[in-house]
């Protein structure tokens, strides 16, 4: 297993459908868009569906946090990178970054709380012994960055 930092492998194109009436990239999509790049992400790690398959365990959600940027247009090429900022034995902490491909500029980013759930008991449980060592890999070779400015936000108003 070779380990990115960033984890940068997901490309998408904004679709026509994902267009709202200011004619730009809906709110929605992004998150869809979003979630696309975590399951490339953790497929790779190998704690997505083929995971839940054959340990019976799963990500849920707990909480996410989408920052808008910039907005996307229709056609508008896009690529992610995913980090890690922090991990412990029945939780993830990532950021995913999403790009417009051919400008380099940052769209949107989106810090998730995974929960490791065990999809019989549904409730949380530690990671098993090999998945733990597989995220606090990725963990490690993500932690050589800088913590993202975004991480750790909240909605507020400015004063001023």
Not at 68 to 93: T, V
Not at 94 to 119: K, P, R, S, T, W
Not at 122 to 129: A, K, L, N, Q, Y
Not at 136 to 159: F, M, N, V
């Amino acid at each position: 297993m070779t380990l990115e930092a960033p984890f940068a492998r997901y490309t998408d194109i904004v679709r026509p459908e994902w267009i709202d009436y200011s004619g730009h990239m809906n709110m929605g999509y992004y998150l869809l868009a979003f979630e696309q790049a975590a399951i490339c992400f953790f497929s790779v790690v190998d704690i997505s569906e083929a995971y839940r398959m054959r340990t019976g365990h799963a990500l849920f959600v707990a909480e996410a946090h989408i920052k808008y940027e910039r907005e996307l247009l229709a056609g508008a090429a896009m690529r992610f990178e995913s980090q890690i900022l922090d991990a412990s034995d029945k939780a993830i902490d990532c950021m995913h970054f999403m790009y417009a491909a051919e400008d380099g500029y940052l769209a949107a980013v989106n810090q998730v709380l995974y929960l490791h759930i065990n999809l019989e008991a549904r409730r949380s449980v530690p990671f098993p012994d090999d998945a733990q060592d597989r995220i606090e890999s990725w963990r490690a070779a993500h932690a050589i960055l800088p913590r993202p400015a975004q991480a750790g936000r909240s909605i507020s108003l400015r004063k001023g």
